[in-house]
């Protein structure tokens, strides 16, 4: 991610920042010196609603900045063992109005449009907090089952060596 925002900064790009919970906040800024557009904090301690996308999205809208393109980046459930960081292109009303793909439609007012920029924005920013509550999940769980064997395997050893040490006390005796 760092390496991400230094080659588009390096090559003219203006790169805002727009975090969800705590962590990306500390990574983030120790090397950019500037905010990020906006942070949520509250976000992914609880389990993530589609109101909580919701919220994000009015928020980005709000904020007045406008941009032709951005990519959401979170951490994608693979497997028991792994997570892929992968990203999801977000784009702006007039990159949606100028697509292809809308012109096959005769008429699309300003509304619809609106409307499915925000839906669409929504359903991405929910997609991937879902992915990364996942991915965080699973690596809560993988850490706590190699905790649990290993707490097992130590009481295994104990109990070994307590039952050896009484057993040499009882032969010397």
Known sequence: MKSKVATLTAAGKEVMLVGTGDKIRGILSRTRSDPFLAAFKEVGRKLPTFGDAS?????????????????????????????KTEGKPMFSLNTIASAESTSIYDDIDADVLQNYREYNLANIIYYSLKESTTSEQNGRMTAMDNSSKNVSEMIDKLTLTFNCTRQTVITKS
């Open 55 to 83: 919220v994000i999205v009015l928020e980005l809208l709000n904020s007045g900045y406008e941009f032709d393109k951005g990519t959401m980046v979170f951490n994608r459930f693979r497997s028991v063992i792994s997570y």
